[in-house]
């Protein structure tokens, strides 16, 4: 059946001019280009965002022509400073999956799209903005670039994407410092241990990104479908891992630690996570008294005080 050629026409005009709040999406000679518009909030995603993202990446689908899509944040600030905390503040244990199952939606989405997929980092790339990072297929950054986990600091928890690709990517030890010691790396520290594939000067950001998509355009589309699954493969095996960190996650949204962190940094103060282990250390010796008083038994078969 043949379809009316204006239907057709409208069709791919959507495809290279798709409309967003959150983002901005353009084709341009043959590339995807998604940026994340939000750079009052350096670039930070909410839930509309991660729809948004999910959706242009899944749209790269409808034209073949298309041989790579590159992801980059608007201004000269950031990246992406991760989530947003307005929007992570609302999250609890019930609503919790509403935000997990986008960030795996959006990796998800990332990974399985048959073109590579490229992180063009300038400035700040921390928290979700690294995790998002690190689903991409290649990254390259400028030299003025900070990549991170901050999440111990802001009692947040990576474990979207972090907590199973760092290891595999920088090594176990440096994984677990970069994320219980929240360490930044430079954009040369980044390239040096392997977590990004290149650093260039901030000017010629754009045109080393080029380099590459033209490359990219210049080798088999069938190729590189292939061995992107090849390569996907065998971490496509640490499915598991994620829905595990997933609900982990779900148990930190909503706490009192989460919330401290966040809202110590909205307000531009520390936050206070040593009152949740003096917290616990009471609760932890109310708990042994008890066990000393029998408490952990019924009524009738406790010892009784000596006089």
Not at 78 to 99: E, H, I, P, Q, V
Not at 138 to 159: N, W
């Amino acid at each position: 059946m043949l379809r009316p050629k204006g239907r057709t026409m409208a069709k791919k005009a959507r495809a290279k001019t798709r409309k967003y709040e959150d983002i901005l999406y353009e084709v341009k000679d043959q590339i995807a280009w998604i940026t994340i518009n939000r750079p009052r909030v350096m670039n930070a995603f909410r839930e509309q965002s991660l729809d948004e993202m999910i959706d242009a990446v899944k749209g790269t689908r409808e034209d073949p022509s298309i041989a790579a899509i590159v992801f980059k944040g608007a201004g000269t600030e950031a990246f992406s400073a991760g989530g947003d905390f307005y929007a992570m503040k609302r999250l609890n244990w019930t609503n919790g999956a509403m935000w997990n199952d986008r960030m795996q939606g959006l990796a998800m989405a990332i990974r399985g799209v048959p073109i590579p997929v490229i992180a063009m980092v300038n400035g700040w790339c921390m928290g979700g903005g690294h995790e998002l990072a690190l689903w991409c297929d290649l990254v390259i950054a400028s030299e003025k670039s900070m990549l991170g986990q901050t999440g111990a600091k802001v009692g947040a928890c990576p474990t979207v994407g972090a907590t199973q690709y760092l290891p595999r990517i920088i090594g176990e030890r440096l994984a677990r410092e970069m994320i219980f010691c929240a360490r930044r790396f430079t954009a040369k520290e980044a390239a040096a241990i392997g977590l990004i594939n290149k650093a260039v000067p901030e000017r010629d950001l754009l045109s080393e990104t080029l380099k590459w998509c033209e490359t990219i355009k210049g080798h088999s589309p069938q190729t590189i479908r292939m061995t992107k699954k090849g390569l996907n493969a065998e971490s496509d095996n640490m499915y598991g891992a994620w829905q595990h960190g997933m609900e982990l996650l779900a148990h930190v949204w909503g706490s009192e630690e989460s919330l401290e962190g966040m809202n110590a940094f909205l307000e531009g103060r520390k936050p206070n996570f040593q009152k949740f282990r003096m917290k616990n250390k009471r609760e932890l010796e109310s708990y042994l008294a008890g066990c000393e008083r029998d408490l952990n038994a019924p009524p009738s078969m406790r010892k009784k005080k000596r006089r």
